[in-house]
């Protein structure tokens, strides 16, 4: 177990802070200072470097630091196992789960309901942002468990295949593209097309179509750059535009009439969503479970 001088140390290099800490731990500043000069003694080394009014580790502090990070997850993994030891049906613990926008908004809701019910006493978090910072977390170690857009190839980082989705065009009731049935693939060079922020699975899906064409998305009349899946989808129903979206993610707004997908002629773009965690964690205490749970949900053929 970590030592309560190894937890202070934490917190201020967590926030590089002495204030912070001291506020987010509730013991006074000097506390804080007396718990990593301990420290410091006990190990030999200087772990902060202090500079004026601001604070940044040490080589042997960034050491430390991961170690820690390294005993937090395994202290919490060993809460788990045992928990699940004792009573299979009575597992416990936190599960930091990361998800891709659409995910977090469309797919995974359901589920983490599910689970609630299931485990009751599992405590989960949801960090919801595009693949690219779920992945960063991951390999930050700010989550356990990240659902991302399209398999990475990142070596730290194992990946298992979850769901297949699809990104559809769509455009305002309102607009013109609205009354075509139909759309050729050169025209998109010259319709305004809004689209998600770099970094975004969906926008990644959409390259990959296109590139299959030969079109890049240089090429494209791009008018707006969204960030979210849910601020394009009220850009595009304010405007004129062209954009790509989950499907999963208008159903209600097609089926209402306020958008309308468009046809593109030979055109299709899927998307594969993907469980990822670091090696090593493969099969651990709460992301076998929640995994297994998710597929199961989805009737999916463990």
């Given amino acids: 177990m970590l030592s309560f001088k190894h937890k202070v140390f934490f917190e201020v290099a967590r926030q590089l802070s002495f204030t912070k800490a001291s506020q987010a731990l509730f013991i006074s500043q000097p506390a804080i200072s007396k718990h990593i000069r301990q420290l410091e003694e006990d190990y030999k080394t200087s772990l902060f470097e202090r500079k004026g009014n601001s604070v940044g580790l040490t080589e042997e502090g960034a050491i430390l630091y991961d170690f820690i990070l390294r ?43 599910g689970f609630r019910k299931k485990y009751t006493d599992v ?91 030969g079109i890049k998305l240089s090429e494209l009349l791009i008018t707006m750059r969204l960030g979210g899946t849910e601020a394009l989808k009220n850009f595009l129903l304010a405007d004129d535009s062209l954009g790509f979206l989950p499907a999963r993610a208008v159903v209600k707004e097609l089926a209402a009439g306020e958008l309308v997908r468009v046809f593109v002629e030979d055109l299709a773009i899927t998307r594969q969503f993907y469980f990822v965690q670091r090696h090593g964690d493969e099969n651990r205490g709460l992301n076998s479970s929640f995994i297994k749970f998710a597929k199961s949900h989805y009737n999916i053929k463990l």
């Fill in 71 to 113: 005993g937090i997850e395994m202290e919490r993994e060993l809460e788990v196992e045992l928990n699940s030891f004792r009573d299979p049906l009575n597992v416990k613990g936190e599960l930091k789960l990361g998800a891709s926008t659409t995910v977090a908004l469309y797919i995974v809701p359901p589920v983490l309901s």
């Fill in 123 to 213: 405590k989960i978090s949801l960090f919801n942002r595009n693949s690219e910072s779920v992945l960063n977390a991951l390999l930050n170690r700010e989550i356990d468990l990240g659902i991302v857009e399209g398999r990475n190839k990142i070596g730290q980082v194992k990946s298992e295949h979850f769901l297949t989705d699809e990104v559809v065009p769509v455009c305002s009731a309102r607009s013109d593209l609205a009354k075509r049935p139909k759309i050729q693939i050169s025209e998109l060079k010259r319709i305004p097309i809004a689209l998600r922020e770099r970094g975004s699975g969906t926008l990644a899906a959409l390259k990959h179509a296109l590139s299959g064409k």
